[in-house]
């Protein structure tokens, strides 16, 4: 009978990251003497890259993540994590619970920024959660009925997929994208042209080379001094992390992120490992920015690094590339940017029904990709960067 302790491994937070390295670390080291616990404050898993659906007013399916993990022998604790002791190496929960680790899994992800600009916690609507999200699908439902206005701040893809979702669901809605840079700045020539044809025939109003300087309650004030209505104003710029891993002494960048080793280690604490939006990842074209195609290979690459640690082999350093930028534009049309390894843009690109057909397969991926990956070790990393990746100029 083996009476030797467990490997006590805790994962923070079952998003898109945790929950992959949960059930894959779980397949790897089925025959290992290994307790595995994942914490998260719910049990529905939420898929962030459709909460711009859900917001248009969208209803999507309620995926449960004890279902996913009935039988793989991980426990789930349904609380906030609330605090990290890295000497005594525990965890304490919101629920006043405190879970002890031989090996930590930080994936606690990101959300939007909602501190650094005057009214924006007070006045705007977020996508941080499904919850939220619906509440302002319903008002934007109410609004359409007198034909309001309805701004979406950021012109990353989130606001680029937010802003075309509600104008093509509510055609009698004003929809204006205000944004400090060209929306589809990072893609090619051909696929921006695509993007401006698609706000054009939706009618969004571009502000573009400004920024917003203070939300009000039925408007936002632009840089320019402008002030311009708005009944619902939509906040997706800026991303923030937890402060969990900075308040524990753990060596974290400006942004909070924890800064990692080759392999994923925290530099300063190599018992945690940091994956996704949460984890400051450098690679041979700069860090990291955090997206669901980044994410998982780093959540998949933990997942087997650690199984290969706990059986005394060697591991080789985290290395990965960009492949593409997929952006819907409301149900009917989306834009595929392929990508170098750097993420800057190569000369192709798809655009109409093959291309919401690509998007839907990536956004689709995931769930069918944790359930393979509680029987076996499936690839969720198309390219490792390499000799083709490009310095950013």
């Not at 509510?170 to 994208?177: K, N, R």
Request: charged residues 20%.
């Amino acid at each position: 009978m083996n009476t030797t302790p467990a490997h006590e491994i805790v994962v923070l937070g079952g998003g898109y990251t945790g929950l992959l390295a949960t059930v894959r670390l779980a397949h790897r080291t089925r025959r290992a003497n290994v307790r595995i616990t994942l914490v998260n404050p719910a049990d529905r898993f939420v898929e962030r890259l459709r909460m711009h659906q859900i917001a248009a007013g969208q209803q999507l399916a309620d995926r449960r993540i004890t279902d996913l993990l009935d039988g793989t022998g991980v426990r789930f604790h349904r609380a906030a994590a609330t605090g990290i002791d890295p000497v005594a190496r525990r965890v304490t929960l919101s629920d006043g619970a405190s879970l002890p680790y031989d090996t930590l899994i930080y994936a606690l992800g990101s959300s939007t920024d909602t501190e650094r600009v005057p009214g924006v916690a007070e006045h705007a609507w977020t996508l941080n959660d499904p919850v939220r999200a619906h509440r302002f699908s319903q008002r934007l439902t109410e609004l359409a009925r007198d034909g309001g206005a309805v701004t979406v701040v950021g012109g990353g893809l989130t606001g680029v997929e937010a802003a075309t979702e509600i104008a093509e669901s509510h055609p009698d809605l004003t929809v204006t994208l205000v944004a400090a840079a060209e929306p589809g700045s990072m893609m090619g020539p051909g696929a921006r042209a695509h993007l401006d044809r698609a706000f054009e025939r939706l009618g969004i109003v571009r502000r573009t080379g400004v920024q917003v300087e203070k939300v009000l309650p039925q408007a936002v004030r632009l840089s320019t001094g402008e002030t311009i209505a708005s009944e619902l104003t939509l906040w997706t710029a800026g991303v923030r992390v937890p402060r969990l891993a900075a308040d524990a002494g753990i060596d974290t960048d400006t942004t909070g992120s924890v800064i990692t080793d080759a392999t994923l280690r925290s530099v300063s604490h190599p018992e945690i490992y940091a994956v996704g939006d949460a984890a400051s990842v450098q690679q041979a074209f700069g860090r990291l920015h955090g997206t669901c195609q980044s994410g998982m290979p780093t959540a998949a690459y933990v997942a087997d690094t650690i199984a290969r640690r706990l059986r005394g082999r060697e591991v080789r350093p985290f290395r990965f590339g960009y492949i593409h930028q997929p952006v819907s534009l409301g149900r009917r049309d989306a834009v595929i940017q392929f990508t170098h390894a750097d993420d800057t843009p190569r000369r192709w690109y798809l655009t109409g029904r093959i291309a919401v057909r690509y998007k839907e397969t990536v956004s689709a991926s995931p769930w069918p990709t944790y359930g393979i990956s509680r029987r076996m070790s499936v690839p969720v990393q198309f390219s490792h960067g390499g000799s083709r990746t490009r310095e950013r100029v």
